[in-house]
């Protein structure tokens, strides 16, 4: 089982930045895509980024792309969220998940996704 613990959030103006991280272990996390999501208060769950395991490819959701960044580190067990450009509808709670198959394509969908972090807060003030 995986754990995933994020970081990074907090309250930031229109157009700012952040750089949010979610450390992984308890399994050999170099072989796991990895995603991020957010929840929008009374709203559903949804995609903002994945990236493969090895770090070659990402997706991205079409209201982030140009603007966020997902990248990750295996020497550190560590998956990051840039996000620049931040607007008001960025607010969100955001979680980080690991895939539930290694070596796969990339998911894009929640149900590919098998362990989540706790999440961290995104407060983006207009």
């Known amino acids: 089982q995986v754990q995933l613990v994020e970081s990074g959030g907090g309250l930031v103006q229109t157009g700012g930045s952040l750089r949010l991280s979610c450390a992984a272990s308890g399994r050999t996390f170099r072989i796991y895509n990895m995603g991020w999501f957010r929840q929008a208060p009374g709203k559903e769950r949804e995609f903002v980024a994945a990236?493969?395991?090895?770090?070659?490819?990402?997706d991205y959701a079409d209201s982030v792309k140009g603007r966020f960044t997902i990248s990750r580190d295996n020497a550190k067990n560590t998956v990051y969220l840039q996000m620049n450009s931040l607007k008001p509808e960025d607010t969100a709670v955001y979680y980080c998940?690991?895939?539930?198959?290694?070596?796969?394509?990339?998911?894009?969908?929640?149900?590919?996704?098998?362990?989540w972090g706790q999440g961290t807060q995104v407060t983006v003030s207009s």
């Open positions: 998940a690991v895939a539930r198959s290694p070596f796969a394509e990339v998911p894009n969908t929640e149900a590919k996704f098998g362990s």
């Open positions: 990236i493969s395991w090895s770090g070659g490819s990402t």
